[in-house]
């Protein structure tokens, strides 16, 4: 298994409350993603990362930022956290782009539920 | 742009029937597809993948998926079901380009259920 760790692995918080979630690789791949599962709407990307500090947005990038500041760590950060953000996040890293035809390896998953 | 659609939200077979799971993709340039699994409360996990090497691809626990231009199509096959089949299954979809600007698009999944 690729090695990606995510953490927190749940999380309950409030509406308003900024929540940042944390994706770990110790594969030194390139590429990292963020991606929300909600039932009926598979995988949507939300932002990703294809250097350190460098990132670009995803399909559902509003109400997220991300920061790359080791080649390892990728972070998601919820400003101020809403319900419609409950949901299960995961992360992902690739060696290259997706236009290159490298697989994504996926993280466990964080299940953030916002009251 | 990609995309792809999954026909089916949920497919049940018997243990030891057929398996079919069905992908359409669209994309304006030559396409690398993938076929997902994801087993309860874990991640997902890369079951077979298509870069143009073979139109017929074999991938783990003994699926494949056949690439057929003409139709648009990736499906998804495993000739006997087992009960450990029983997951959710994604297919997504990406443009070939050396650049970053291509990314993977997930269909909405399909529930396969396996009766015994």
């Known amino acids: 298994d690729a090695g990606i760790t995510q953490s927190p692995r749940h999380k309950v918080t409030e509406t308003g409350t900024p929540v940042t979630l944390r994706c770990h690789q110790t594969e030194n791949h390139r590429y990292m993603y963020w991606y929300r599962q909600d039932p009926g709407h598979g995988l949507r990307l939300i932002h990703y990362?294809?250097?350190?500090?460098?990132?670009d947005k995803g399909e559902v990038s509003d109400g997220y930022s991300v920061s790359r500041s080791k080649t390892e760590d990728f972070l998601l950060t919820l400003e101020s956290a809403t319900s419609s953000q409950t949901s299960v996040y995961f992360c992902?890293?690739?060696?290259?782009?997706?236009?290159?035809?490298?697989?994504?390896?996926f993280g466990p998953g964080t299940r953030l539920t916002v009251t | 742009a990609q995309s792809v659609t999954q026909l089916g939200s949920h497919v049940s077979v018997s243990e030891g029937a057929l398996v079919l799971l069905r992908c359409n993709y669209s994309?304006?340039?030559?396409?690398?597809l993938f076929w997902y699994v994801q087993y309860p409360n874990q991640g997902l996990q890369l079951l077979l993948k298509?870069?143009?090497?073979?139109?017929l691809v074999k991938g783990i626990n003994g699926f494949e998926a056949e690439f057929k231009k003409s139709e648009t199509s990736f499906h998804l096959t495993k000739p006997s079901a087992h009960m450990s089949d029983a997951a959710e299954y994604f297919c997504?979809?990406?443009?070939?380009?050396?650049?970053?600007?291509?990314?993977?698009?997930f269909g909405k999944g399909t529930l396969l259920t396996v009766n015994p």
């Open positions: 992902a890293i690739s060696e290259s782009g997706a236009g290159q035809g490298h697989e994504q390896y």
């Open positions: 997504a979809v990406t443009g070939r380009s050396g650049g970053s600007n291509y990314k993977l698009t």
């Open positions: 990362s294809y250097g350190v500090k460098d990132t």
């Open positions: 994309s304006s340039v030559p396409p690398y």
């Open positions: 298509y870069t143009s090497a073979a139109t």
